[in-house]
């Protein structure tokens, strides 16, 4: 893959059928953004459906399990969320993380499964608050994306889209400056690019926390930040087509 502009909504737990069917048909395209939406499992195939109808957006799922079948009550496998034409699945969402207790080794894990069914990985990263006040921001972020790199290979991980997320900007109200993401854009980029020459050029580092239409022109401005993973914003359909347009600017 080559370094695409992107911005995608993660919906988290909410939204219902109606409120696809309205934000499907609101979605406005513009030229040389690539606009993803991350509904939750039951509405999977209905986004894709009226994607491909409509053909403005591509469907994403919000995690992945790790195994293809079996006895694993609640999971969903890559192959069933490609089989409703899903495209893209968030994995290592710091939510995830924290919450359901996904280790650096299964969200490596879980993008290699992501990788090898042929979807697009949205792999998020990033610190916590604790962590950036002692300084430790590039080293968290490192150490996630080190351990995918270890697992999938350098040669792989070109189809891999990296979403920073510093977990105290998230849901907060209190994005990072756009100061604050390009610096750790830079040193992801830096990082991949040292693991093999020119794979920082390639991947697509989207930032997320806390992004809105008020905001997005001046994170969008920076030089490594190629878009945005929206959370509440995103459930806002006139904001999220602000946010796409700030993009494409
Ligand atoms: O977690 C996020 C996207 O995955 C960001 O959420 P907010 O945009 O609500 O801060």
Redesign the pocket.
Known sequence: MSRRKIVAG?WKQNGSKVFLENFMSAIKEVEDVDVVISPPFPYLEKASALSAKLGTVSVSAQNASLYSDGAFTGEVSVEMLKEVGVEFV?VG?SERRELFGESDLVVADKVSKVLASGLTPIL?VGETLEQREADETIAVCSRQISSVLDVVGVDTFENVVV?Y?PVW????GKSATSKEAQEVHAAIRALLSDSLVGLGDKVSVLY????KANNAIELFSQEDIDGA?????SLKIEEFNEIIKAAGI
């Open positions: 993660n968030i969402h998020c979403a997320e900007a998230i849901g907060t997320g926390g806390s992004v993973l929206v959370g509440g914003a």
